[in-house]
């Protein structure tokens, strides 16, 4: 479990992150949604350690964060950042072995390519392998980095996952076969927490969303508790109508169509 007691985080007087409190489970995916400089990113940047909460606690796997050495927080978590510029001529092979480079001390082993391998066929890259990653286009890069993670955890039992816009850049088949993933991870025992611009994947997909605005919690549980119009429009200044399809197993977040006119009507000018 990693348990967030009261976390508060200030830069320059300016407070980034304020009060933060929740408990995240493994086989659970949490997802972390708010608008542009809502303090998510700096949210996830506490929980792997990044930065150093000025105040409040966090719990690690029963252990105070902080209390971590650097090598063993590695092989209980894997961190896939919203930045990851690569500009050195590594091959997408390599840079999946990284993932790697917590659990061998000289070279790693048959045993240590055969999980890049997978994680290169499970992100859908195998084919990739030898390329060098600079060559990649966005999404491939994205794609290559989530390997990376993955190969870190792949067999840390009841290890987490925190993934910062884990689908920058992917085309939308891509962005749903990354959160079922994320979700196979979970069904497998591990923890996941991303933070997610698509509300909808948030629905369909996490377990528990945390809405942050201004730094703060706006609301924290269950997707259909978090995720509502009231919230919405308070984070985001957007007016959208939750609809449930016929066809689909799960509402749909959609603009209101107040809104859609008023873009017609600037069209029009
Ligand atoms: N080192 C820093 N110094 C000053 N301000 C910072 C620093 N890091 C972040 N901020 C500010 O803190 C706020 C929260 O930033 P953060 O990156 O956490 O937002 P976010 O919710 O992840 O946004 P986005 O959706 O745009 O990625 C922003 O206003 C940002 O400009």
């Not at 320059?12 to 086989?27: C, D, H, P, W, Y």
């Not at 703060?216 to 984070?235: C, F, H, Q, R, Y």
Request: proline share 4%.
């Amino acid at each position: 479990m990693i348990s967030v007691n009261q976390v508060s985080f200030s830069v320059k007087g300016r407070s980034l992150v304020e009060n933060i409190r929740f408990q995240a489970t493994t086989g659970e995916l949490w997802a972390i949604v708010g608008a542009n400089g809502a303090g998510k990113s700096t949210l996830m940047k506490l929980l792997t350690r990044e930065h150093t909460p000025d105040s409040g606690t966090i719990d690690f796997l029963g252990k105070d964060l902080k209390n971590y050495k650097l090598k063993e927080l590695a092989q209980l978590r894997a961190v896939l950042a919203q930045q990851n510029n690569i500009s050195l001529s590594f091959t997408v092979r390599e840079i999946v072995m990284m993932g790697r480079y917590p659990f061998y001390d000289a070279s790693p082993d048959k045993h240590d390519h055969r999980i890049a391998e997978l994680c290169l066929e499970k992100t859908g890259m195998a084919a990739f392998g030898n390329r060098l990653f600079p060559t990649l286009s966005g999404g491939e890069q994205q794609r290559v980095q989530l390997a990376r993670t993955l190969a870190q955890i792949w067999e840390v039992k009841g290890g987490y996952l925190f993934l910062d816009e884990p689908t920058t850049g992917m085309d939308l088949l891509h962005q749903y076969e990354t959160f079922q993933l994320a979700k196979e991870m979970t069904i497998k025992g591990f923890g996941v927490i991303a933070v997610v611009h698509d509300l909808n994947l948030a629905l369909q997909y996490a377990d528990k969303v945390l809405m942050m605005k201004d730094g703060k919690a706006l609301s924290a549980g269950t997707p259909e508790t978090v995720l509502t119009e009231g919230n919405i429009k308070d984070a985001f200044g957007l007016s959208v109508r939750i609809i449930q399809p016929e066809s689909t197993p799960f509402p749909v977040i959609v603009p209101d169509t107040a809104y859609k006119n008023n873009v017609e009507n600037i069209n029009s000018l």
